[in-house]
């Protein structure tokens, strides 16, 4: 028979990226009593990169109490390349805080969020945020959101959902907008508890459980997160995981936690509709059941969008490899990628047939995190180009991923804009011309078209258009569009970079190398001003002379250069190069660096897939 636990609610928050998720958490830590009012901001931003960058990259769970109510809450990543962990945190949950910017409105990843909680028939209570920017429409944006509600739903009932107007930062909310007697952030709290509903469960069925986070501890070993479906558990209980394969993996629970904040509790005993952490195997992954041994059935496993996008990882193949990382071995980036994908649903690793790897992920910037999350760990290796994953329809035709782009620039850069995106194979669906001076265009776009065109775009529009993208899925094959219309500067030997040399060869094109650095073959120092690689030496002085005839001396003036990020490498390089990521640096080089070999294999025409 069904029951329900009136004592929690699942909940996520969900929300296209820096539309104020985790500070609304930060609000309800403390409002809730679980924060002090001075602690820090962006509590649940935990790791290095997330504060560095001011978002969400893992989904995370913490729990607060609210008039005797447990609440769960899933803080789940905006960004649309990370949509697996969205899809992972929806698995746990029952109702959904849809959050939408006050100025900006529903985005593609708005849209994202919301569907697929519609596709699951959670409950949705929708916050307008950020109602004290000064080019906030919070009226106009909720009825975009109702348009949106509508679209992807198809019922009418969607337009009584609870509407909230909040300032997450100041720890406000109300359910009228601009209400001079808003002082805190409980009615929205309240609706939690009284329009969310209560986890379901069958009081006839014994424990079940689905997997849908991991972690670890190194006293605990393994810990798997999920929600329980069924029944309940106790520590010491005899237990078995089902297995992708549907092999029966038995295990003993040594722990049983729940969350209290942002942080963990023990529990002797947990029950139905609750998000546990259990501890006592180690074989595990995401999706997995965890059940009696007497009634072993699995649950539904979790499903998430397919992969994308693909890049090659390699060790460092330059000469100064082993300088910086103490992890160098192609066997610790295989073990560390093993690692990732087994937390991570949405990456795929496959070996290759020489000594790399192919990586699978929703979108480059998934893929660069993962590189920089390496790099701060100490590996040294290479990556290469984003390449996009093709499909082969029923009839043997070639498919690619499509994507929505939105734009929103300044009407006066419209046309180059518009100019550059046709050239990439953009179809635009929509433009709306605004009263201050901007305009929003939407395209539908090859998902190729989008690889290196931020740093362009944000070029063309002199850094005030936003761009904001989502997939919408497969369509047949856009024919051939031109890459990057620049060549590389390629340095010819191993050196130092020198100031006379580097200064003698600006009129050759854009350095990002700076006297001192360290060069090698075949490393690319540059981008050319012109199509086609060049060959060069930085490391070149000057003859000295007995000449000290006045004037005969000039002063060496260089062009101040600007480092590449490792996301801004990855874009730019081509097919036949390579980013070399260290801990201290970010290079980039040739697949071949001999100089001779690969003018060989470019008179063949031979583009290496793989590393020679």
Known sequence: M??????????????????????LVDALFRQSGIASSDSSDRIMDSGAIER????TINAKNC??????????????PGHADFGGEVERGLSMVDGVILLVDAAEGPLPQTRFVLEKALEKNLTVIVVINKIDRQDARAEEVLNDVYDLLLELSNDEDMLEVPVFYANGRAGVCSTKLNDPEAKNIFPLLDAVVDYMPSPSYDDEEPFQMLVSDLSYNDYLGRLAVGKIINGSASVNDSLVCINEDGAHVPLRVTRLQVYNGPTFTPADHVEPGDIVVLSGIENVSIGDTICTKDYAKA???????????????????????????KQLTSAKIWDRLCKEALRNVSIQVEKNQDDSFTVKGRGEFQIAIIVEQMRREGFELCVGRPKIIFKTD???????????????????YSGTVMQ??????????N??????????????????????????????????????????????YKGDFPDRASGSLVCDRQGEAVAYGIWELEDRGRFFIV???????????????????LLLNPTRTKKLTNLRASGHDEAVSLTPVTKMSLEQAIRFIKDDELVEVTPNAVRMCKKILDSQKRRIMENRGYIPECLS
């Open 2 to 23: 069904i029951q329900h636990n009136d004592k929690i609610r699942n909940i996520a928050i969900i929300a296209h990226v820096d539309h104020g998720k985790t500070t």
């Open 299 to 325: 649950l539904p496993r979790i499903h998430v969008d397919e992969p994308t996008v693909s890049m090659l990882f390699s060790k460092n193949i330059s000469p100064l490899a082993g300088k910086d990382g």
């Open 52 to 55: 560095e960058r001011g978002i």
């Open 420 to 429: 550059a995106l046709s050239q990439r194979k953009a179809m635009m669906s």
């Open 63 to 76: 729990a607060i109490r609210w008039k005797g109510i447990k609440i769960n809450i899933i803080d789940t």
């Open 515 to 533: 006297p001192g650095d360290p060069v090698y073959e075949g490393e690319v120092v540059g981008e050319r001003n012109r199509d086609g690689d």
């Open 431 to 476: 433009i709306q011309y605004g009263d201050n001076g901007r305009v929003k265009m939407e395209f539908h776009i090859p998902s190729r078209g989008l690889i290196g065109y931020r740093d362009e775009f944000l070029t063309d529009t002199r850094g005030y258009g936003i761009m904001n993208s989502s997939l919408e899925g497969y369509e047949p």
């Open 394 to 412: 029923g009839q043997g035709h070639k498919t690619e991923p499509m994507e929505y782009l939105l734009i929103d620039c300044p009407e006066e």
